[in-house]
């Protein structure tokens, strides 16, 4: 068996002694900063990535992949069918100011551990000594699914995207199910390419696509501003809607909450290259703040500006293109080609948010494997050319197996990658507990460059308290009373998950080294 670690002497107050012995110089070619050394150090970590990526290159990663104005227009209409334009937009400023609580609360950690680990990696350190090694195993696994679900579905999303498309285009193309998932197939192959071949310049790509981000933005808001007939703004932020029955139009609202919550979450994923950062443990808090703040008012803007767009309801949900937001476009345009333009930088954004899921998923699963959380742990933490090439093609395999459920049926594919959300809320959930616990019981913390001080603890229980209400929110069906194929099935393949996670505990645990236990051969 392997060795863990390596014993090697570590200085807590100058991480790079005189005369810098081979792996501190191995270290700094890699465009590790001291503070970079000082913080794998104390990780009891290597640096096996080069550390390619700065401020804005950081910036561009983690505001594409959370897309959060893109996926407003995509998922928009489940919350303006359960709560209306006033519900989703009032539900959208409380899910904003929610996630911000959490937001902060994990940026603290970050910058106190900044590893591609992550959660799990929080939980082994801050958790109760008792519960650190099964709590961080059982965070690994929540996210380890959660971003390999999401990388499926970011491609899936690009793919029936373009499919719609077409339908715009052709009239008498008749969309089959299969000819989405195929597409979908192909754009896993775009991404696995990007991540591989050129992943020497997927920082200059991410900086580059961060401007499309913008402007698309622009682009896309200016047209709508401008030729789309306008609903009166007493209707658009008075006006409830109780689509799904709920006889309560407080609860059709909180059940809306969905639609913020995809557009708004993942703010973790920069986290996740971390140990690919110049300046890690400063850069990162940063980079969660600045993309939350950003991404959640770019949404804002999108979201009002679609619910004095929209004009009729049930039109653009009985557009035959599969996406409402292609059938808006087209009726503030009255133009295909406008529509057409308008929809291909989605398109374009949608495939780059898939490749930087693909990116963030494959580093998360290495670091678990690096740690002996999954099967096959040699295999996935292998490191090639700076690269983790395995993790990289498991990620694309587990896509792709992903995406071929839905030639049978969308619905249980939908059902499976709604497993994504669940899973990094709750992985959101118990890392943020594990640091309000070590304050209420006045265990030290560690140093950071980004502290909350004495607003700590209430910003921790904030958070909880709102991340508490999403999860349990986030599995209502989109109906009181759901027919069997448009039940939320969530729970069940939640439970299914955390059910497996423990039947392989029993063999992993005799494996599984928390990286706690690293961090103390260097205490």
Not at 271 to 278: C, L, T
Not at 389 to 408: D, H, K, N, Q, W
Request: aromatic share 12%; hydrophobic share 50%; with cysteine.
């Amino acid at each position: 068996m392997e060795p863990l670690y390596q014993e090697k002497p570590y200085n807590s107050q100058h991480p790079v002694v005189e005369g810098k012995p081979q792996e501190i110089v191995h270290i700094v070619e890699k465009h590790g900063t001291e503070l970079d050394v000082h913080d794998m150090e104390r990780m009891g970590k290597s640096q096996q990535f080069k550390r390619n990526f700065a401020f804005f290159s950081t910036l561009g990663f983690a505001m594409v992949l959370m897309s959060s104005w893109e996926t407003q227009l995509a998922t928009a209409v489940f919350g303006l069918t359960n709560g209306g334009t006033a519900g989703a937009i009032y539900i959208y400023i409380a899910t904003f100011f929610g996630f911000g609580l959490a937001i902060v609360s994990m940026a603290e950690m970050a910058s106190m551990a900044p590893t591609a680990g992550g959660q799990y990696h929080w939980v082994s350190e801050f958790a109760a000594p008792s519960k650190q090694k099964f709590v961080s195993y059982m965070t690994g696994w929540l996210c380890v699914l959660g971003w390999q679900a999401g990388s499926a579905a970011g491609c899936y999303l690009a793919g029936t995207e373009i499919q719609g498309l077409i339908v715009l285009n052709h009239p008498g193309y008749v969309p089959q199910r299969w000819h989405g998932s195929l597409i979908a197939i192909a754009l896993v192959l775009v991404s696995l390419f990007i991540n591989t071949i050129l992943a020497k310049v997927l920082p200059t790509i991410q900086a580059t696509i961060l401007v499309l981000h913008v402007f698309g933005f622009i682009a896309i808001l200016t047209p709508l501003w401008v030729l789309s007939p306008h609903a009166p703004a007493d209707r658009v932020f008075r006006e409830f809607n109780d689509g799904g029955d709920w006889r309560s139009m407080g609860l059709a609202t909180l059940v809306g909450i969905l639609s913020p919550t995809v557009a708004l979450i993942g703010p973790d994923a920069a986290v996740h290259i971390s140990e690919e950062v110049r300046n890690a443990s400063k850069t990162i808090p940063r980079i969660m703040l600045a993309t939350a703040i950003g991404n959640g008012m770019f949404g804002f803007v999108m979201l009002v500006t679609l619910c004095f767009c929209i004009g009729s309801l049930e039109e653009v949900l009985e557009t035959p293109t599969g996406y409402p937001f292609i059938q808006v476009f087209y009726n503030a345009t009255q133009s295909t080609r406008g529509a057409t333009a308008m929809t291909s930088i989605m398109i374009i954004l949608s495939q780059f948010c898939a490749v930087t899921n693909m990116t963030t998923a494959s580093r998360q699963l290495f670091s678990f494997a690096r740690d002996r959380g999954t099967p096959f742990h040699a295999f996935f933490k292998q490191v090639i050319y700076d690269i983790p090439i395995p993790a990289i093609l498991t990620t694309a395999i587990f896509s792709t197996a992903l995406i071929c459920i839905s030639f049978g049926s969308t619905i249980a594919f939908n059902q499976l990658i709604s497993l994504g959300t669940v899973a990094l809320l709750s992985s959101y959930m118990i890392s943020i507990s594990c640091m309000a616990w070590r304050r209420i019981t006045a265990q030290p913390l560690l140093p950071s460059h980004f502290s909350l001080g004495k607003w700590g603890l209430p910003i921790n229980i904030g958070a909880l308290i709102f991340l508490i209400l999403a999860f349990v929110l986030v599995f209502f069906p989109p109906m009181r009373q759901p027919e069997v194929e448009s039940m939320n099935w969530s729970v069940v393949i939640f439970l299914g998950v955390l059910v497996m996670s423990l039947g392989y505990w029993v063999k992993a645990r005799g494996k599984y080294v928390g990286p706690v236990m690293l961090v103390r051969k260097f205490e």
